[in-house]
C-alpha cells in the first residue's frame, strides 16, 4: 500500500482489487496507474506538437530532486 504514496484513487482500486482476492493487488494497481498516466500524458502532448519536446524534457528532470534552475538549464540545452 506504501507504493502508492497515499494517493486517494490509487488506495481505493488498491482496496478494491485486495477484495476480489488478486494476489498481486499493488503491483497490478502499479503497473495499471503507470499505463493510466501514460496514455494521459500521450494524449495531452498530441495536443502540443510544437511544445511536446519541452514537456518531454521537464518531466524526466524529476527523476531526482532538481532546482528550477536546472530544469531551465536542461531545456536550453535541446
Given at each position: 500500500m506504501?507504493?502508492?504514496?497515499?494517493?486517494i484513487?490509487?488506495?481505493?482500486?488498491?482496496c478494491y482489487l485486495r477484495?476480489?482476492?488478486v494476489q498481486e493487488a499493488l503491483k497490478k494497481a502499479v503497473d495499471d496507474d503507470a499505463r493510466m498516466i501514460a496514455n494521459?500524458?500521450?494524449q495531452f502532448l498530441s495536443y502540443?506538437?510544437?511544445?511536446?519536446?519541452?514537456?518531454?524534457?521537464?518531466m524526466?528532470?524529476?527523476k531526482?530532486?532538481?532546482t528550477w534552475s536546472e530544469v531551465k538549464r536542461?531545456?536550453?540545452q535541446m
Open positions: 506504501y507504493g502508492l504514496d497515499g494517493v484513487g490509487w488506495l481505493t482500486y488498491y477484495s476480489k482476492g494521459e500524458f500521450q502540443r506538437q510544437l511544445a511536446g519536446r519541452r514537456y518531454v524534457e521537464v524526466k528532470t524529476p531526482r530532486p532538481s536542461r531545456l536550453c
